[in-house]
């Protein structure tokens, strides 16, 4: 069982609220990643980090942002949500070396009316 | 994009029998890994292969890869209820990229 966790589980919210995901690992895990995937469908890499103070975008356009103060949180917000950004989010985190096996949360599943 | 294709996008299979998955890909990689998926849930790793090996075991799990063709196969022997997920492949080009994920292959063993 991966060390990772993500809330919350299940998000339902009105257009135009800021939400902010959650996802803290124990692992001491350089690398974390965020993906989105609707359902049925490939994960699409959205933002990620190689460590503290370290944030990039990943292959699909987010209009979602990231943090990384702590090594162990790596924290995603929407500042307006809009049904578009309904889907699945999934955090993952990585060691440092070469191997990147990936680790993930059980996914935060957001509904937005 | 070196992102991984999975073939059959969907399989349905009896208990006991063998499943099998292919992946390809379109550039080179360091590795190549399978991850399982549980409805709804987060994506499990279930084995590494790397670009110089030919193939891995673990378990009932039975991973080729063939760099020139630029493709894996995973098989999955003597399944079971339980085996039913998606499955994805994911290759990694080493250094400092990132994941590619395919669009996965479903699973589905009946008792």
């Known amino acids: 069982e991966a060390d990772i966790y993500q809330t919350p589980r299940y998000l339902v919210i009105g257009t135009g609220k800021k939400i902010t995901l959650e996802c803290s690992q124990t692992?001491?895990?350089?690398?974390m990643y965020w993906y989105q995937q609707d359902p049925g469908m490939e994960l699409h890499l959205i933002h990620y980090?190689?460590?503290?103070?370290?944030?990039e975008k990943g292959d699909l356009s987010s209009e979602s942002t990231v943090s990384r103060i702590r090594t162990e949180h790596f924290p995603l917000t929407l500042e307006s949500a809009r049904p578009s950004h309904t889907s699945q989010y999934l955090c993952?985190?990585?060691?440092?070396?070469?191997?990147?096996?990936?680790?993930f949360g059980p996914g935060t599943r957001l509904t937005v009316l | 994009s070196q992102q991984g294709e999975e073939d059959p996008q969907a399989l349905s299979i009896q208990e006991g029998e063998n499943a099998t998955m292919n992946c390809s890909y379109k550039?080179?990689?360091?590795?190549l890994q399978w991850y399982r998926q549980n409805s709804g849930r987060g994506l499990v790793h279930l084995i590494l292969?790397?670009?110089?090996?030919r193939e891995k075991h673990s378990g009932r799990l039975r991973v080729t890869l063939d760099t020139s063709k630029k493709s894996s196969s995973l098989l999955i022997t003597a399944s079971r209820a339980a085996d039913t997920a998606s499955y994805f492949c994911?290759?990694?080009?080493?250094?400092?990229?990132?994941?590619?994920f395919g669009k996965g292959t479903m699973l589905l063993v009946s008792p």
């Open positions: 993952a985190s990585s060691e440092g070396g070469t191997a990147n096996e990936q680790f």
């Open positions: 980090s190689y460590g503290v103070n370290s944030t």
């Open positions: 550039t080179s990689i360091n590795n």
């Open positions: 692992m001491g895990h350089d690398k």
């Open positions: 292969i790397r670009s110089n090996e």
């Open positions: 994911a290759t990694d080009g080493g250094g400092y990229s990132t994941l590619t």
